[in-house]
């Protein structure tokens, strides 16, 4: 089923990619600038007013293509809407990163009818990097297709976690990964989760988990992972929708073996923390 075009005829992919690419653009100008800071329920749990700035940029041109859209973003409430199809946002993945001048982060939407996830977007401003996707026709690293990794063992894998903002999940999985790290080919704490689900389509890691997500930032990096050719589940091996919390993602073998970590290791099952 191909997506309704644009206010202006044009497809639902080029829009996204549009909006993205501007919020990141303002991104970009102000990463070095004065940034006023604000904190939400969570530890470390930061927003700027630059967060809000791109919210505010890429829900303008989403709107002006698409009214009647609804719109689940990170920094507003959401906005219903009788149409079956909603935008899902977050301006800026990785505001610790940001807010730190660590150069890794991205503005990230993704397009759900109903509860399935139909197009992603992650634009990554500092390396001009677009990884794009829509739902039966592939997935792209700025145009080019690309596709999930091949390695299959552990020693060879490039695991890629993150802690979240609740202290007692993000120390269980801390404690969990440090007992398999001996048995990994690396590891990375990213400090992105739409980057980290991004890196999984591409294959520059192998696999990626995570303890507590919300829609905005896993939504487009379902489309990425499974139309580049891998698997996401939730911690029980459920396919993942936008309002799991905890994902684990990678290709198909690998995956496996993650998902196979977490249900057999007390620490891992967070659901109890």
């Known amino acids: 089923m191909r997506l309704p075009l644009s206010r202006s005829g044009r497809e639902a992919m080029e829009v996204a990619c549009q909006a993205a690419e501007e919020a990141g653009s303002l991104l970009l100008k102000h990463v070095h600038g004065q940034l006023k800071l604000g904190y939400k329920e969570g530890r470390a749990n930061l927003v700027t007013d630059i967060d809000v700035a791109a919210e505010k940029c890429i829900i303008s041109v989403l709107q002006s293509e698409y009214p009647d859209f609804g719109i689940i973003s990170e920094e507003s409430p959401a906005v219903a809407s009788d149409s079956p199809y909603t935008w899902v946002i977050d301006p800026l993945d990785g505001t ?6 660590v150069p890794f982060f991205a503005a990230v939407i ?54 979240g903002y609740d202290a007692d999940r993000g ?59 891998g698997e996401v589940t939730d911690w029980e091996g459920q396919p993942a929708t ?24 007390p620490q891992l099952r967070l659901k109890d923390v």
């Open 242 to 265: 936008m309002h799991c919390e905890q994902v684990v993602a990678g290709n198909t073998t690998l995956h496996g073996h993650f998902l196979g970590l977490i249900r057999s290791n």
């Open 171 to 229: 120390r269980a999985m801390l404690e969990a990964v440090g007992a398999i790290w001996p048995e990994l080919g690396g590891l990375r704490l990213m400090g992105s989760a739409a980057l980290g689900l991004a890196y999984v389509a591409c294959g520059r890691l192998d696999a990626y988990v995570h303890p507590y997500l919300y829609p905005w930032d896993v939504g487009a990096g379902l489309a990425l992972v499974r139309e580049a050719g």
């Open 96 to 101: 610790n990163n940001y807010v730190h001048g």
């Open 110 to 163: 993704g397009l759900a009818g109903g509860p399935e996830v139909l197009l992603g977007v992650t634009h990554d401003p500092v390396r001009r990097e677009t990884f794009s996707a829509e739902k039966g026709r592939g997935a792209w690293l700025n145009g080019q297709p690309m596709a999930v990794s091949q390695r299959k063992t552990s020693r060879e894998c490039f695991l890629g976690c993150d802690l």
